[in-house]
């Protein structure tokens, strides 16, 4: 594939000034719609095949968000692309200030397998909506969602605007070394190093959506039945391979055991089972091999049991574990859930703040002191009191990391932002301005100018 000549025929393209139209933009996102609808089923097929995750999965945390994604471009698209006006200050009366919000051009978007059509799909349409051409590069790692999202694409929209690539780590390379003016990456902290090394070759702006380990905290006063259950639905669905999963717990000590027991009754309550409606597979070989090695026998709690033919890990929560042991040292990524407990809230929040900045962080508490001390004193991307990832969920929302997590953010009005150059333009009258500033200065005009500014 001449990914320099797909390039170049959307770079004419976009300089042709059609996508600027909002009428083009709005049909083309309607397309997009009637055809994920359309080939809902190859979309559901494409998935179970890549792990084994179910319609239902699929619908709720993928599907049913780019159809969301799609109505609040459609709905919104006038507003966001109207020229906002602002103030003038004095020393330009009389003019006005205007706000323009331009698309950047030719962009890339990098997804990632996890949730294969979600963390494609979403970034592409923020692309197009934002009025920019496209070029999608899918993980190759979930191969036939990589397949299906090409297919669909590819056999439906002009390439020139909108084109899906497929290939894996040489095709991406090849692709990097083009000159975008924008690149939008879905991935690892390591990999994302890499994409922004490419991009700064050419200056080329990104955003970079990495992962990290994101801690949910569980103070005494914490309401361990909602704690428990939503903190198992949020680190055991997708089995756990959830960029804003709770990677590992962090419980006051003395409640400890009562809040292990309500842990341990949902994961029975839920039921995972290999190969069921509400489990998926690890993705491949490599990181199935990867997680069962923290599973040390003597700290498990719950769970343990693996299956290597199916790539199954039965959730699995690991306690008596300490800061040191290999499960804490890197992201985990899967359905292992390391419970570490503090004995002082704010030395809990100490140590969090002391690694690197998680992409996500949950706290469970009653305590108003707690809550206000969770989002002032610790840095994170984003997260939820009481609740797990469910901030993402939110367009009025960023979605993004900090630091090691990412650069960046998107979501409703934030994504549009981040595929948009925001031109200013001031506009002057061409009578009523005195002569202040221009030669010949005096001592006189100094005096003015310092009353006035
Ligand atoms: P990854 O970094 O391995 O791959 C991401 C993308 O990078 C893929 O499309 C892949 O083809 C591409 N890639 C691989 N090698 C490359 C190279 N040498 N040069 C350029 N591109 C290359 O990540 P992954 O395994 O797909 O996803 C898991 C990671 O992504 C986790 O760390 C997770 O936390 C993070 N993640 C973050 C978010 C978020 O929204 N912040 C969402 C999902 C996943």
């Given amino acids: 594939m001449n990914f320099q000549e797909i390039l170049a025929d959307q770079r004419s393209f976009f300089n042709s000034q059609k996508t600027k139209s909002i009428k083009f933009r709005k049909m083309y996102l309607e397309k997009l719609r009637e055809v994920i609808l359309k080939n809902e089923e190859l979309l559901y097929k494409a998935i179970y095949k890549d792990f084994g995750k179910s319609k239902f999965d699929t619908y709720t945390t993928e599907i049913s968000f780019i159809l969301k994604d799609i109505d609040y471009y459609l709905k919104n698209l006038n507003s966001l692309s109207r020229p906002k006006k602002v103030k003038t200050n004095l020393a330009n009366q009389l003019g006005s200030s205007k706000i323009f919000s331009e698309p950047l051009g030719c962009t890339l978007v990098i997804g990632a397998w996890n949730y294969p059509y979600q963390l494609s799909f979403s970034p592409m349409i923020t692309a197009l909506a934002a009025g920019n051409t496209c070029i999608l590069k899918p993980s190759e790692v979930a191969e036939n969602t990589m397949k299906a999202m090409a297919k669909i694409i590819n056999e439906n929209f002009p390439k020139e605007y909108l084109f899906v690539a497929e290939g894996g780590v040489d095709e991406i390379t090849e692709i990097l070394k083009l000159k975008f003016d924008k690149i939008f ?44 259950k939503r903190i198992v639905w949020g680190k055991f669905l997708n089995a756990g391979q959830t960029c804003v999963a709770p990677d590992y717990i962090l419980v006051d000590e003395k409640v400890k055991d009562s809040f292990l027991d309500a842990l341990k009754s949902y994961i029975l309550k839920f039921n995972y089972q290999p190969e069921s409606e509400h489990y998926t597979q690890i993705i491949n070989q490599r990181n199935f091999d990867r997680l069962v090695q923290f599973i040390e ?57 002391e690694k690197e900045k998680p992409l996500a962080a949950y706290l469970f508490t009653k305590n108003s002191e707690e809550k206000e001390n969770f989002t002032s004193k610790i840095s994170f991307g984003g997260g939820c009191i009481n609740d797990v990832m469910m901030h993402l969920s939110n367009e009025h929302l960023p979605f993004g990391g900090v630091g090691n997590s990412g650069i960046g953010n998107y979501h409703g009005k934030f994504g549009f932002n981040a595929f948009s150059h925001h031109k200013a333009v001031l506009e002057r009258a061409t009578w009523g301005e005195p002569d202040l500033k221009y030669p010949p200065y005096s001592e006189k005009k100094l005096n003015w100018i310092k009353k006035l500014l």
């Fill in 297 to 353: 026998k003597e700290k498990i709690y719950i769970g343990g049991n693996y299956d290597a033919e199916k790539r199954y890990i039965e959730p699995t929560v690991l306690h008596n574990i300490n800061w040191d042991d290999a499960v804490m040292q890197e992201e985990i990524f899967g359905p292992i859930l390391p419970v570490l407990t503090f004995s002082n809230f704010n030395e809990a929040l100490l140590k969090i703040a």
């Fill in 185 to 228: 990456f879905t991935g690892s902290s390591k990999i994302g190093r890499i994409v922004y090394e490419a991009a700064a070759k050419n200056l080329t702006p990104v955003t970079l959506e990495l992962g990290g380990k994101s801690p949910a905290i569980v103070t005494s006063s914490a309401d361990f039945e909602v704690a428990s």
